[in-house]
């Protein structure tokens, strides 16, 4: 299997070296040394590329060689003050720029996206309101009042591709505010003290009122959108009665691999097809077997 996009991140992430003032010093000022510069989740690009810039970081993201990759957020500027101090042209999404950089770029990007994310909304301590301090070159928080430290927040959530008893129909549903033929697989967020297989469950006889037999692992995706981890699975219902919840969903049907295949083409046409997500691994991996 090829890799998910944002996965496989080559860069070294250097864990041991972020406490080391000296190193890090040395690689921020590596002739080929990068901080890439957001705002407010976007990354500041030219000519559809992201910038580097001269400012100060925030976060070490890893080191090639000798170099550092850094970035910096620039959220408490207006959105026209950070295109002008940085020769940017453009805010741009992450995902929107997967089409358009190699796959460690946007394995980059999303690392550094969900690293500042984080960031901006823990700026104080959830125990006692105290500002929070950046530690190990923005991998750890510290709060100045209290001493607790803070790290990165992960969500883990299921994502499933629910077949048929005998395999040939796949069930989709379409959200609450998406287009008529916005049909996706159906995810979910863990819950505290729940397995990953119980998670697919629960979510499936809660939004569709399926319920499963098999649920076997297929792949995982970081996705720091903001600060997702995507299990994919794939189950088999016990049978095809569906019953959609009305709230998060409004919609649910079985589709045979012509049934997915002829979406797919309209939504390829349309261009609103989106292939960075590991739905897309779930869905090919389904119609390769047909």
Do not use: K
């Amino acid at each position: 299997m090829s890799l998910l996009p944002y996965n496989g991140l080559a860069l070294d992430r250097a864990s041991a070296r972020r406490s080391d003032e000296a190193w890090l010093s040395s690689a921020r000022r590596h002739p080929d040394a990068r901080v890439l510069a957001f705002w407010r989740d976007g990354c500041l690009t030219r000519d559809g590329q992201p910038v580097t810039v001269s400012e100060e970081p925030h976060v070490f993201l890893g080191a090639n060689g000798r170099a550092g990759v850094f970035a910096v957020d620039l959220s408490e500027l207006d959105e026209s003050t950070a295109r002008t101090r940085t020769g940017a042209d453009a805010v741009l999404d992450v995902r929107r720029l997967f089409p358009v950089v190699d796959a460690q770029e946007a394995a980059t990007l999303a690392y550094a996206r969900g690293m500042l994310h984080w960031h901006r909304n823990q700026r104080f301590c959830g125990a006692c309101g105290g500002a929070s301090v950046a530690r190990q070159a923005g991998h750890q928080l510290e709060c100045a009042s209290c001493g607790r430290l803070l790290f990165p927040r992960i969500e883990p959530a299921v994502i499933t591709l629910v077949t048929s008893p005998d395999g040939a129909r796949c069930l989709l549903g379409r959200h609450r505010g998406a287009a008529p033929d916005a049909y996706s697989t159906l995810a979910g967020f863990v819950e505290i003290g729940e397995s990953l297989e119980d998670a697919v469950r629960r979510e499936l006889v809660e939004e569709v009122g399926v319920r499963v037999a098999a649920v076997r692992y297929q792949a995982s995706q970081a996705w720091p959108f903001p600060a997702g981890l995507m299990l994919g699975f794939r189950a088999v219902a016990e049978s095809e009665e569906v019953a959609v919840d009305q709230e998060e969903l409004v919609a649910a049907h079985w589709f045979t691999r012509e049934d997915l295949r002829a979406l797919q083409a309209t939504h390829r046409a349309a261009g609103t097809d989106r292939q960075d997500s590991i739905e897309s691994h779930l869905l090919q991996t389904w119609l390769d077997e047909g």
